[in-house]
């Protein structure tokens, strides 16, 4: 890979079975559903499907190595299903843009407007909107379907992003969906501040019965926002490890060091912020074991501040709740009411202690690193199921 390339990560979000995987499939030449291609590759990304190169050979974009390459793209999991909002959004906070994919024979679903505003919450304003099955419907029902989603983008701010009538399953239109990935702004990278990187996953890597000699120490997938990681580097890892004392749950500061960096299959000896990375440290894999660490911010030892259980953050309400089938005001928040807040790649509950205006102040049953200007997406719970309901920042 061309240390130069300019890179993105993209997220693909849509509603269930309007055909993400098959479309990811063409795009990458990679199936996405992978756990036995994991296993085949040792460290991989568990958090990425899959990533590509995009070549451009005359006016024809591939990803066939013919011509010059153009981008390194990470296509990142935003898991479909009921969709739980928590992992849309701590997977929306580790993208630079997003693929929204509809399907022409059913159009925009609940689910739809959920990841839709789930994206605008998060300030994802790089959308290519891929108009799905094309090859199902008539002329007509595609174009009415075409300015339907129009409408639906009006007064957004993403209401100028491209869309693209598409054939996942029969590869029509997949190289217009590459191009218009070499449109995409990259957005400004900051390589000079102390290191930030946002863990999304956490894996343990080794296969059963593998000698002690030949063990691999815990492994870290996510982003890097900011700053630069080496291998050698003394890293430490907050809120940590949760642990039960005197019936308290209490967090401990994990400290360890990188012996290996991975983008995609390669090894590399330093990583700036760009394309998803994974980190192998250290750690005993017991502790990097089912995602344990999700959540946790990663930097060089002595430069994150401390753990929060009492959290600011200015709050901006959608007028209507997303994701039922029916209309439903966003009534306010109450005190002592309980929320859910994605706050990077973390999820955590809250109880309201103090409204003033539109500031809200939070205790957390889930301690977080905060960061001053951090985006939160605000969830509340209805009808057992967490909507969202707005979006914010910590002040």
Wanted: hydrophobic share 40%.
């Amino acid at each position: 890979m061309n240390k130069e390339l300019p890179e993105l990560n993209i997220g693909v979000v849509g509603h269930i079975d309007h055909g993400k995987t098959t479309l990811l499939n063409q795009l990458t030449g990679k199936f996405t559903d992978t756990h036995s291609e994991e296993l085949k590759r040792g460290i991989t990304i568990k958090l990425g499907y899959a990533d590509m190169t995009i070549y451009k050979d005359g006016n024809n974009y591939n990803i066939k190595k013919k011509g010059t390459a153009q981008r390194y793209v990470s296509f990142i999991d935003a898991p479909g299903h009921e969709m739980l909002m928590a992992t849309m959004l701590s997977g929306a906070a580790i993208i630079d843009a997003a693929i929204l994919v509809i399907a022409a024979n059913e159009g925009i679903k609940p689910q739809t407007r959920e990841h839709f505003m789930a994206l605008q919450a998060k300030k994802i304003n790089n959308i290519i909107v891929v108009q799905n099955k094309i090859d199902l419907v008539s002329k007509e029902q595609a174009l009415k379907n075409y300015k339907e989603i129009k409408e639906f983008l009006k007064g957004s701010l993403s209401e100028n992003a491209p869309i693209i009538p598409v054939s996942a399953q029969q590869g029509i239109n997949i190289d217009k969906i590459l191009e218009e990935l070499c449109k995409l702004k990259i957005p400004e990278r900051d390589a000079t501040s102390k290191p930030v990187f946002l863990i999304a996953r956490s894996f343990d890597i080794n296969k059963p019965g593998t000698e002690i000699k030949n063990l691999k120490g815990g492994v870290l997938g996510g982003i890097l926002r900011k700053g630069k990681l080496k291998v050698g580097n003394e890293i430490e890892i907050k809120p940590g490890l949760s642990i039960k004392k005197a019936n308290q749950q209490i967090y401990e500061t994990l400290t360890t060091k990188i012996l290996s960096l991975h983008k995609g299959n390669q090894l590399v000896k330093e990583v700036s912020p760009g394309a998803s990375i994974s980190i192998e440290t250290e750690l005993d894999p017991f502790l990097t074991k089912a995602d344990s660490l999700t959540g946790c911010l990663v930097s060089t030892k002595g430069n994150l501040p401390e753990i929060n259980y009492v959290i600011k953050i200015k709050a901006n309400l959608f007028k209507e709740v997303l994701g039922t089938a029916e209309h439903k005001k966003v009534e306010p928040i109450k005190t002592k009411e309980m929320l859910m807040l994605s706050v990077n790649t973390t999820i955590t509950v809250g109880i309201i202690e103090k409204i003033s205006g539109d500031e809200l102040e939070l205790s957390l049953n889930i301690p977080i690193v905060s960061l001053k200007g951090d985006n939160v997406g605000i969830a509340r719970n209805i009808q057992g199921h967490w909507r969202l309901i707005g979006f914010g920042e910590i002040i």
